[in-house]
Every structure is written in structure tokens, then in C-alpha cells.
């Protein structure tokens, strides 16, 4: 199911018949340097993992993860969207590419129709991030979308992460003019 659509990237809800590729994707030693090795080492792992992760979060918070692909040809290049923790107290923006991927602007495109759909449709006024002290291109990234450095918390007992935020002042609900 298509969620948005930007110049490039289709962003829909990740199915089970993606195992595949976040089997590929959460063995990628950038994820696992920058996110963290999820333990997911086989097609079932992977299944699980969507199960428990973004499918589960659809179902509990109507938003989560989602597979950003390219349009014209549905190549994945990466996941996007927002996450409910239980840990953080806002909502919080997450993004990752394939290496081969990076560099293009993919991840701002779809960080952008996340941020998009977090105020126009969920009408949420605040919306974080976090990323590993060492992450420099996501802090870039978030530096460009307009987030600002906030603090560092201790995310997992001894896992230090920065904390990101951004505001808006007021909420742009679906179907409104904005105004």
C-alpha cells in the first residue's frame, strides 16, 4: 500500500514478501555499525522482524517503517518513516539506505514526505530523531531537514545517542488548506 510518492521514491508499507530484502538490508555493516545488529540471520528472522516491527506498528500507532523504492522500476533503496517508542516520548523519524544507494539525495526525499505526512496526516506538532554520536551524514541530514541537537540520551543502557527534534507550530491536517 503506497503511503507517498515523491519525485523519485514510492514510500508504502512493508509486507512480509519483503523478508528478502530487510534480510539484506539489517546485515549491512552500516546498519549494523549505525543502528545495530537486529540478530536477523535467515528469511524467517527477517519475516519476524517485519512482524514484530513495522507491521506491528501499523497496526498499533496507523504509521511505522516504510519501504522507499524507486518509481519506474520498484528497486528498494532503503526504509523511512516514523516509529512510536517506548523509550522516547515523541515520535521519532527513521531512515536507512542501501550503500549503493547513498549520496543521491534519497534519504532526504524520503525523509521529507515522512516529515510530510507526520504534520499533514498524523498532525503531529514534534517529531525526533536520534542517531549514533559518529553518524556524521544522518546529522548533516538532520541539520538540512531542519532538526536541531537537543541532547544526548542513553537510549539502551550504555548505547549513548544524540536526540534530535523538530517543531512545527501548528499541525497541517489532511484535507485542510494549510491556512
Known amino acids: 500500500m503506497k503511503v507517498a510518492e515523491t519525485e523519485r521514491l514510492l514510500l508504502r508499507r512493508f509486507t512480509l514478501d519483503d523478508a528478502p530484502f530487510i534480510l539484506k538490508m539489517l546485515n549491512e555493516p552500516s546498519w549494523i555499525r549505525f543502528i545495530g545488529d537486529r540478530g536477523v540471520r535467515d528469511i524467517e528472522g527477517a519475516r519476524n522482524y517485519l512482524l514484530k516491527g513495522p507491521l506491528a506498528m501499523y497496526e498499533r500507532a496507523g504509521f511505522g517503517l516504510y519501504l522507499a523504492a524507486l518509481k519506474g522500476t520498484a528497486v528498494p533503496v532503503g526504509m523511512c518513516g516514523l516509529i512510536r517508542r517506548d523509550n522516547l516520548d515523541d515520535v521519532d523519524l527513521g531512515f536507512s539506505l542501501m550503500p549503493e544507494f547513498c549520496g543521491r539525495g534519497y534519504a532526504a526525499e ?31 541530514l538532520l541539520g538540512r531537514l531542519g532538526f536541531s541537537f537537543e541532547k544526548v540520551i542513553d537510549f539502551r543502557p550504555g548505547d549513548p545517542v544524540k536526540l534530535f527534534a523538530l517543531e512545527w507550530k501548528t499541525p497541517v491536517l489532511a484535507g485542510s488548506t494549510g491556512r
Open 110 to 140: 524520503a525523509a521529507t514526505a515522512a516529515l510530510a505526512l507526520a504534520r499533514d496526516c498524523f498532525g503531529l506538532k514534534r517529531i525526533v530523531a536520534i542517531t549514533s554520536p559518529d553518524n556524521e551524514s544522518s546529522i548533516k
